[in-house]
């Protein structure tokens, strides 16, 4: 493949083979029969709720916010009827989600100037015959300052600090090489002041902020710069040349 999303070059780093097995062998998985909506669809639905009261531009400040993101819960939960029980119970439970949402947005509200979820991207590298890197940002939020604070919502588990130190981490890091040379076309070319994991759930560690891991010596625009150049260093070794197997982890 000449074009990969950012969340591909994790496995690029880990396990190159896999991309091969996509993008030539058009390998894919096959869902499993019979399968019911699980923790990660509903985890995926309450993303998109949160990324459309972004984009229909809604005020976090607003009295009437909570009601809002309940009416989008409810449209984006509305063809759930086989399973109406379950999705009622999630329902209440988005609630308590909305509330530390909202908490969350309030008290970082003063520093932001403005706010964009879902943003795509695309970066043109010339890199060997030429690559694309593409992303959809959950969100960047331009602050007072002119800098940026890219946002990644997981529903799944945040990297750990070790895996962010050693560049296995690359989705935010890449980000805001993109940003700053303006692939995202929503926002002028800005540099970066922030990469920030916010785990979407109602636990303890739910709308904490987890700020990115950089390795000992490195500056945010620095280490951008380092992911970037190994991203590149990776698509040269193994996507523009047979020199070399498909090793994981090279």
Avoid: C
Wanted: aromatic share 8%; glycine share 6%.
């Amino acid at each position: 493949p000449r074009k990969l999303s950012v969340t591909e070059i994790e496995t690029l780093f880990r396990s190159p083979y896999d991309l091969y097995a996509k993008h030539v062998l058009r390998l894919s998985r096959l869902p499993p029969l019979g399968e019911e909506l699980d923790a990660r669809e509903r985890g995926s639905m309450i993303h998109e709720v949160f990324g459309n009261f972004v984009q229909q531009g809604f005020d976090v400040t607003s009295p009437a916010a909570l009601d809002q993101l309940i009416d989008l819960a409810e449209s984006a939960f509305a063809g759930l009827d086989d399973i109406s029980d379950r999705r009622d119970i999630w329902l209440r439970r988005f609630r308590r989600s909305a509330e530390l949402f909202l908490a969350f947005e309030r008290q970082r509200d003063p520093d932001i100037a403005s706010r964009h979820a879902e943003l795509k991207g695309s970066w043109e590298l010339p890199v060997g015959e030429g690559f694309t890197l593409t992303g959809r940002a959950d969100r960047i939020d331009v602050r007072h300052d002119g800098t940026l604070e890219i946002i990644d919502f997981k529903t799944g588990s945040v990297p750990t600090p070790k895996v962010m130190k050693a560049f296995e981490a690359p989705q935010l890091l890449l980000e805001a090489a993109m940003a700053k040379d303006g692939a995202f076309s929503d926002i002028p070319p800005a540099p970066s002041s922030a990469l920030t994991y916010i785990k979407i759930g109602l636990g303890p560690k739910a709308f904490v902020e987890s700020p990115f891991a950089l390795a000992d010596g490195f500056e945010l625009p620095a280490a951008a710069d380092a992911m970037s150049q190994r991203m590149q260093g990776h698509v040269v070794a193994f996507l523009m040349g047979d020199t070399h197997p498909l090793h994981a982890r090279l």
